[in-house]
């Protein structure tokens, strides 16, 4: 199967959506199948090459969240470059320019069309003060959702979202987890001295975009708030993202921000922690939070969101009211002084991400790909 994606966001920026797509395009070409990305343009790291898989339209950043690139591309050119790629289907996995043009290309060439969705724009246009456009917003959604044959939700929870907002046939593209790359086993002493935490310390990380949406003022609130009770544990931020070089300039007691990491130095930072803590009422699943739990640690989480899907109060995960500086502080005073429930929580993690394998997500949405195929191939021959 030969499959073209369209995105605003894929390697090298680093965001939820672009390590989803990345994790798709390899596992894709990793079962024989051949996969085109039409994206942004970005700068590459140094002394990297961009991916071959790539498409690049001109572009520069968007004004509300300056890490995005806003796409301005070039129809016919775009055009040109699926017709020599020859897909078989097209996944539009955003709704702006690109996937835009993602969808005028499927029109023009007649191709069958799979959309996903992946964000919360109701939570995240709150966040951002910019609530007056939603009315607008969702007409436009409504209509762009309209033209693909299904529209993939990562959980349950946001696919009753868009029914509610009048989205109706869709489907289910959930998340997975590599116990090989997220488990216990990547646990460092020299990692966790590294970040000022010795033998019997307690680390609390952070890890994902560092954005307004995620909640991390409430978190840096609510470790301050708790003070001389927190000891000498530590609490590590592990991103990047708008806020990143702020928290760096406050200089806070007892925070670390590490930045990006990736690959084995992703799994070492999740691994050498004692607790996560996941404060974002944001997430239309959170697959940050089920590589914690792969990687067997105690977790704190907003209960909101996609997250609901997998995660039980006292089982798998300490579950607080949303949006709290209060719930935040009362949640980790009771994860650092009680081992007992870390380790039944870990317990509870593990189990959690060893039934989530990313091989069955995967047969999932070929088979949704493969129906998008069967019905145009009926259609034309009707």
């Given at each position: 199967?030969?499959?073209?994606?369209?995105?605003?966001?894929?390697?090298?920026?680093v965001?939820?959506?672009g390590?989803?797509?990345?994790?798709?395009?390899?596992?894709l070409?990793?079962?024989?199948?051949?996969?085109?990305?039409?994206?942004?343009?970005?700068?590459?790291?140094?002394?990297?090459?961009?991916?071959?898989?790539?498409?690049?339209?001109?572009?520069?950043?968007?004004?509300?969240?300056?890490?995005?690139?806003w796409?301005?591309?070039?129809?016919?050119?775009?055009?040109?470059?699926?017709?020599?790629?020859?897909?078989?289907?097209?996944?539009?996995?955003?709704?702006?320019t690109?996937?835009?043009?993602?969808?005028k290309?499927?029109?023009?060439?007649?191709?069958?069309?799979?959309?996903?969705?992946?964000?919360?724009?109701d939570?995240?246009?709150?966040?951002?003060?910019?609530?007056?456009v939603?009315?607008?917003?969702?007409?436009?959604?409504?209509?762009?959702?309209?033209?693909?044959?299904?529209?993939?939700?990562?959980?349950?929870?946001?696919?009753?979202?868009?029914?509610?907002?009048?989205?109706?046939?869709?489907?289910?593209w959930?998340?997975?987890?590599?116990?090989?790359?997220?488990?216990?086993?990547?646990?460092?002493?020299?990692y966790?001295?590294?970040?000022?935490?010795?033998?019997?310390?307690?680390?609390?990380?952070?890890?994902?975009?560092i954005?307004?949406?995620?909640?991390?003022?409430?978190?840096?609130?609510?470790?301050?708030?708790?003070?001389?009770?927190?000891?000498?544990?530590?609490?590590?931020?592990?991103?990047?993202?708008?806020?990143?070089?702020?928290?760096?300039?406050?200089?806070?007691?007892?925070?670390?921000?590490?930045?990006?990491?990736?690959?084995?130095?992703?799994?070492?930072?999740?691994?050498?922690?004692?607790?996560?803590?996941?404060?974002?009422?944001?997430?239309?699943?959170?697959?940050?939070?089920?590589?914690?739990?792969?990687?067997?640690?105690?977790?704190?989480?907003?209960?909101?969101?996609?997250?609901?899907?997998?995660?039980?109060?006292g089982?798998?995960?300490?579950?607080?009211?949303p949006?709290s500086?209060?719930?935040?502080a009362?949640?980790?005073?009771?994860l650092?002084?009680?081992?007992?429930?870390?380790?039944?929580?870990?317990?509870?993690?593990?189990?959690?991400?060893?039934?989530?394998?990313?091989?069955?997500?995967?047969?999932?949405?070929?088979?949704?790909?493969q129906?998008?195929i069967?019905?145009?191939?009926?259609?034309?021959a009707?």
């Open positions: 199967m030969r499959i073209a994606v369209f995105s605003e966001v894929y390697w090298p920026m965001s939820g959506v390590v989803t797509l990345l994790r798709l395009t390899e596992a070409e990793a079962r024989g199948h051949q996969v085109r990305v039409y994206s942004a343009s970005y700068s590459i790291p140094r002394g990297r090459a961009d991916r071959p898989e790539v498409h690049r339209s001109p572009s520069v950043p968007l004004f509300l969240y300056p890490d995005v690139q796409a301005f591309p070039r129809l016919r050119d775009v055009s040109e470059d699926v017709r020599r790629f020859r897909p078989d289907v097209v996944h539009v996995a955003t709704e702006f690109i996937g835009l043009t993602g969808l290309v499927a029109r023009q060439l007649d191709l069958p069309l799979i959309a996903s969705a992946h964000t919360d724009y939570k995240y246009a709150a966040r951002y003060g910019v609530d007056w939603l009315r607008a917003g969702w007409r436009y959604l409504r209509w762009f959702y309209g033209q693909s044959h299904r529209v993939l939700c990562p959980s349950r929870i946001y696919q009753e979202h868009l029914h509610r907002r009048g989205v109706t046939h869709t489907g289910i959930s998340r997975g987890v590599d116990t090989s790359c997220f488990n216990p086993g990547y646990r460092s002493d020299a966790r001295a590294s970040v000022g935490v010795g033998p019997t310390d307690l680390l609390v990380t952070y890890i994902g975009r954005a307004r949406e995620k909640n991390l003022a409430l978190l840096l609130a609510a470790w301050d708030q708790l003070g001389p009770e927190r000891g000498s544990a530590k609490l590590s931020l592990v991103g990047r993202g708008p806020l990143e070089a702020e928290i760096r300039r406050r200089q806070i007691p007892g925070v670390h921000v590490a930045g990006l990491l990736d690959g084995r130095p992703l799994s070492t930072a999740y691994a050498s922690a004692d607790i996560f803590a996941f404060p974002s009422a944001t997430e239309t699943f959170g697959n940050s939070l089920l590589e914690a739990m792969g990687s067997g640690l105690p977790s704190l989480v907003a209960a909101a969101g996609g997250v609901l899907e997998f995660s039980e109060h089982n798998n995960a300490w579950l607080i009211e949006n500086v209060s719930a935040i009362d949640g980790l005073r009771r650092l002084h009680d081992a007992a429930l870390r380790r039944k929580l870990s317990e509870g993690g593990l189990r959690t991400a060893e039934q989530r394998p990313w091989d069955e997500v995967y047969d999932q949405l070929i088979a949704d790909y129906d998008a069967d019905v145009r191939h009926m259609t034309r009707a």
